[in-house]
């Protein structure tokens, strides 16, 4: 399962799916994509903003510099990521 834990300034994500195999698992390639998006819009818009380590299974980023922008990205990924994981309840949880 994966396990997203999101505060104000800092999204860690940790676990496996299990949805399916390694290159298959549609679950793990969107919750991926939400938080390397979220990465690389900060680092394109505000540089220096965050700090993250993307790792398979262990993935984190915080927020350094908080602005608008950095919030409203990190919102916009919160709000992507619970969708996930109101589709695929057994494979995604969010922890507050």
């Given at each position: 399962?994966?396990?997203?834990?999101?505060?104000?300034?800092?999204?860690?994500i940790t676990g496996h799916s299990g949805y399916a195999p390694p290159g298959q698992d549609?679950?793990?390639?969107?919750?991926?994509?939400?938080?390397?998006?979220?990465?690389?819009?900060?680092?394109?818009?505000?540089?220096?903003?965050?700090?993250?380590?993307?790792?398979?299974?262990?993935?984190?980023?915080?927020?350094?510099?908080?602005?608008e922008l950095t919030k409203t990205l990190a919102d916009a990924f919160f709000v992507g990521?619970?969708?996930?994981?109101?589709?695929?309840?057994?494979?995604?949880?969010?922890?507050?």
């Open positions: 399962m994966i396990k997203v834990q999101y505060s104000n300034d800092r999204i860690t549609i679950v793990c390639a969107a919750v991926s994509t939400l938080l390397l998006t979220l990465v690389f819009t900060i680092e394109q818009k505000e540089p220096g903003a965050a700090c993250y380590r993307l790792m398979p299974g262990d993935s984190e980023v915080q927020i350094t510099h908080p602005s990521v619970t969708a996930v994981a109101d589709a695929y309840p057994e494979h995604v949880r969010i922890i507050r």
